[in-house]
């Protein structure tokens, strides 16, 4: 399972979002490409590897003429009042129409509508009137548009299955956008940032942005994270000079790898202790098993399948089977317990032999795709993630099957290149 931890010790805005997921590898002309289906034009990206109190990092910005409005959504803090005189003001409906208008995948537009839809009820609360009333007003600008579907189409690029993201930390002071002086952190950041762990930081800004707030609290979970190994760290800058760096950092790995022993000097298949949980179900719709299947595979599970059993007094019935890391039976065991009509688990210790894998990003013509490269004395089998030939075959209207085939038939031919 690739994981993306976001370390919010320099604040967060979307586009610090954005700038660490491209500095940890996401590339941009792909991200550019995926972009440009929004229906909004005149927006450019610029980058600018940029030091921070002496640490490398990536300044991204999505540059929109005429839009200048929104400074202290670009950076990490609100140095002075900014004036929205002629700015479209944009509504929740006018924003989806405009997500969904890019045809994304199901995911994608479902994680960027959540954002959104987050967004809208917090400013709902704020001002006291129904969602259908609200005008949104920097979040509502091109750039922002930008910033949050680039922050959804970049996770789904990179192949991260599960977002984490360490409490986050409030300044203090005043901010300004479009309704004047505001408490930072903002009426909006505030209400977005309800029952996530924040910290105080005694310093006169606004760390945290509103979109900022609304991408990490609508994609990240803020309890404990799973052991990874990483693979790929990025820092992406705000504009803001603090006596911290201004910056927030990304770590982008596989937890499944812990399990697997993975780090050996030699291709013989390490042994792996694992605990195997199950449990018995014949009173539950089958619709909710697809559901359950996620939320464990969230927990940190490193396989679950469903087979066919039958129960007493003749009723069909179906056991759920999960393979975990020992330090997640209990987290694991409490998904099972309130995602299904379940009343109790069975968990026992059981040990594997797995072979060393590993999981690389590789070009395709069909743009980025994660491969899988198992390890034997036999030498390396590699395959394509079926999640990401499944997000292309749904993105291009291409049959799966050939997907994977027309992938493989480039990696062969990138290995015989080789040999």
Not at 334 to 363: F, M
Request: proline fraction near 7%.
């Amino acid at each position: 399972m690739s994981i993306a931890i976001f370390d919010a010790f320099g604040g967060a805005s979307g586009n610090m979002i954005l700038g660490a997921l491209v500095d940890a590898g996401l590339p941009l002309d792909d991200l550019e490409r995926e972009l440009r289906k929004l229906p909004v034009r005149g927006w450019t990206i610029h980058t600018q590897p940029v030091h921070k109190r002496g640490l490398g990092a990536l300044y991204l910005d999505v540059d929109v003429p005429g839009e200048d409005g929104r400074a202290f959504e670009k950076s990490a803090a609100a140095p002075a009042p900014h004036h929205h005189e002629g700015h479209p003001h944009r509504s929740l409906v006018d924003v989806l129409g405009i997500i969904r208008a890019a045809k994304y995948p199901r995911d994608v537009e479902r994680k960027a509508v959540a954002i959104y839809e987050r967004l809208a009820a917090a400013e709902a609360r704020v001002h006291r009137v129904p969602v259908g009333e609200i005008a949104f007003h920097e979040v509502g600008q091109v750039d922002a548009i930008v910033d949050i579907a680039g922050a959804v189409l970049g996770l789904q690029l990179l192949g991260i299955d599960a977002v984490y993201c360490s409490p986050l930390p409030c300044g203090h002071g005043t901010v300004h956008g479009a309704h004047g002086a505001m408490p930072s952190p903002s009426p909006a950041t505030m209400d977005l940032l309800r029952d996530v762990p924040t910290y105080a930081v005694d310093l006169d800004a606004e760390m945290v942005t509103p979109t900022g707030a609304a991408i990490l609290t609508a994609i990240a979970d803020f309890g404990l994270r799973p052991p990874m190994i990483v693979d790929r760290i990025g820092y992406g800058a705000g504009r803001s000079d603090f006596p911290f760096a201004n910056v927030l950092r990304v770590a982008i790995g596989d937890a499944a790898r812990v399990a697997n022993g993975e780090a050996h000097s030699k291709n013989v298949p390490p042994q792996s202790e694992v605990v195997q949980i199950e449990t018995n179900i014949d009173d539950m719709n089958p619709q909710v098993y697809g559901h359950v299947l996620e939320r464990v595979s969230a927990a940190g599970a490193l396989d679950v399948w469903l087979h066919p059993v039958q129960m007493k007094k003749g009723r069909p019935g179906a056991v759920v089977c999960v393979l975990a890391p020992a330090h997640l039976a209990d987290q694991v065991s409490a998904v099972l317990l309130a995602e299904t009509t379940t009343i109790g688990v069975r968990c026992w210790p059981v040990q594997r032999v797995v072979l060393p894998r590993r999981t690389d990003l590789v070009a395709t013509s069909f743009g980025p795709v994660r491969i899988k490269i198992v390890i034997g004395t036999w030498g390396e089998r590699v395959r394509p993630e079926y999640d990401d030939c499944r997000a292309i075959a749904e993105r291009t209207g291409i049959a799966l099957v050939e997907v994977m085939r027309r992938i493989e038939s480039e990696l062969d031919e990138r290995r015989a290149q080789r040999t």
